[in-house]
């Protein structure tokens, strides 16, 4: 069951609330976590008795779109620390943007923020719009993909920086440090791809909504289209399904950011995410997007305005 415990009851008295320490975390330093101790404590009954799960799920799927758009924020502001570095550091001659490998990696970078934000923007309009069915399984979706991302991301845009991000005067330091802790919020990987399964076997609806948002974008491109047929399979294959689960959820992440970038995103944008992502040429690192990529406009369109 679920309860609401208050620290101060009605007479004014504290609740028997009793604090252990306050945990030395990694990062997230300005947050306090502690462990505590409910010593006959008392509470309020929230939701029906025996159905605390239930309850509670109501609540975290919202706080893992809390999770969604402080990663989107954080990858936003890794990205604005590389560019604006890139912009002004020179070597051998020239801007480290205007080196061709740097405009690589900064466009696969970019692309990569973009995704993470039009997702994240998707899925705040679901719950606007009471979307419950697509927001059940798109939320947990979206929240494995995003935040596992984070790290990677991080690590990326301080090595743009070089020595100078490896400092604790740089904010990357902090976003470095912060990076891996919205993917233990809520839910770890394990934890979400599980109930990501959980949702296609109890809430049938919610596949149907995912797979109908994807179809949305049918016939823009062969390799997305191509995806979107898999996931059909995929999403209600019942064999070795536990050990499929990372797989299938980050298929279902890319192939959802995939859809929304086509439908809402220049050619070029949607494109080379297309093609780094799960296409012929997707690579495991930034920085390998393959000739032909529009790198100019890509760069142009991510970064800051003066």
Known sequence: SCF???????????????????????GNKSNASSEIELNGALGRLVGEEGRGVQTILTMVN????????G??????AGYSQAIHHTRHRAAFGKTLVDQPLMRNVLSDLALESEAATTLMMRLAGAYDRGESEFARIATAIGKYWVCKRAPVFAAETLECLGGAGYVEEAPMARLFRESPLN???EGSGNVICLDVLRAVTRDPESVEAFLAELELSKGADVHLDRLISDLHVE?????????RARRIV??????LCGSLLV???????SDAYISSRFAGDSSRTFGTLVPGTDFDAIIHRSWPQD
């Open 71 to 76: 990663v989107v924020g954080q990858l936003r």
């Open 263 to 269: 439908r809402h995103a220049p050619d070029y944008v």
């Open 183 to 185: 993917g233990v919020w």
């Open 250 to 255: 980050e298929r279902a992440a890319v192939a």
């Open 4 to 26: 609401a415990v208050p620290r101060w009851l009605p007479d004014g008295t504290r609740n028997s609330i009793e604090i252990q320490r306050l945990k030395d975390k990694l």
């Open 62 to 69: 919202h706080t893992r779109l809390d999770c969604i758009i």
């Open 235 to 243: 999403l209600t294959d019942q064999s070795d399904v536990e050990l």
